[in-house]
C-alpha cells in the first residue's frame, strides 16, 4: 500500500517561493510516476506537472513553465514541488499524487498542502 | 490546454442512476483510453474511481462504471446512495504528454 505524506501547511507573501515535499512510503520513489496538482479555494482540480510514461521526463503544464520545478530525493523517497515568483491567486491546496495501476491514472494522493499567498 | 468539459451538476434520487458527462476534443479524450474520474468530499483528498475509460480500482463499488463515444467520456452511477454525494472530476491524457481535468460536476443526492 503506498502512503504519500506531505508538509505542512505554508504561508508566503508575494514575489517569494515555496518548497512542498511528499514523502513516499510503501514504495520507492522511482518505482511510481509521481504528478503534482493544485486547487485553489472553491475550484477545480488543476495538473502542475508529472512523469509521462511515454517518453520518461517530467511534463510541466504551459501555465507554470518557468516557475515550477519538480525534484526528488531517491535517498529519502521524497518528492518536492517548488514554485516561484508567488502571486495571490497561487493560494491553493496542493497535492502529490502518484500512479499506481496503468500508468496514467492518480491511484494514490497525499492529504494536500495549503499555500496561503498574502502580504 | 482548455480544462475537460462537465456539467456544473447533476441530482438523483437513492437508487435510480445517473451520468455525468466529460467533452473533450481528439486531442485528449478522444485520442487516447486514458481517461480517469476522481470522487473528492469537501476538505478531502480526490479519490480514483476510474481508470483508462472503464476500469475499476481494487475497493471501488461496481455501481460506478465508465464509457466513452468519440471525443466524449462518462461516468455513469447506479444503485445512488448517500455517500456518493461528492463532487466529480473526469481527467484525460494529451497529444501534449501532460494531463487535463474537467471543470467538475457536484453530485446531489435528493
Known sequence: QVQLVQSGAEVKKPGASVKVSCKVSGYTLTELSRHWVRQAPGKGLEWMGGFDPEDGETIYAQKFQGRVTMTEDTSTDTAYMELSSLRSEDTAVYYCATAIYSGYDLGYWGQGTLVTVSS | ?110
Request: charged residues 15%; contains cysteine; glycine residues 10%.
Open chain 2, 1 to 110: 490546454q482548455s480544462a475537460l468539459t462537465q456539467p456544473a451538476s447533476v441530482s438523483g434520487s437513492p437508487g435510480q442512476s445517473i451520468t455525468i458527462s466529460c467533452t473533450g476534443t481528439s486531442s485528449d479524450v478522444g485520442g487516447y483510453n486514458y481517461v480517469s474520474w476522481y470522487q473528492q468530499h469537501p476538505g478531502k483528498a480526490p479519490k480514483l474511481m476510474i481508470y483508462d475509460v472503464s476500469k475499476r480500482p481494487s475497493g471501488v463499488s461496481n455501481r460506478f462504471s465508465g464509457s466513452k463515444s468519440g471525443n466524449t467520456a462518462s461516468l455513469t452511477i447506479s444503485g445512488l446512495q448517500a455517500e456518493d454525494e461528492a463532487d466529480y472530476y473526469c481527467s484525460s491524457y494529451t497529444s501534449s504528454s501532460t494531463r487535463v481535468f474537467g471543470t467538475g460536476t457536484k453530485v446531489t443526492v435528493l
